[in-house]
C-alpha cells in the first residue's frame, strides 16, 4: 500500500524486477517461495514510469513463515 504508483509500474524484490499489478494506492506482484528464502530480509522498491516517474524509497521486508502460503502488503509511497 502506498500512494501515486502508475499504470506499469514494477517492484523491484530483492534486486529482481517483478510487473506489478494494481491501482495508485496498491500494487500486488507474486513471488516464489524460492525468491521469499533466498534472502532474510529483502529490499523492496517501485518504479513508476515516466513522465514523472522514478524510484519510491526503499523498505526492508522482515520475510515470516505464514501458514498455507504467504501474502505480502508493503506500504511504499512513490516520490
Known sequence: NGSGFAAG???QFNGTNYPATGNS????????????ASSADPPVSVFNPGPGGGVSNVVTLVVTQAPGGS???LPLIAR
Not at 25 to 36: C, E, F, G, N, R
Open 9 to 11: 509500474a514494477t517492484v
Open 25 to 36: 494506492t496498491q500494487l500486488s506482484i507474486t513471488v516464489s517461495a524460492a525468491d521469499l
Open 71 to 73: 501474502r505480502l502488503y
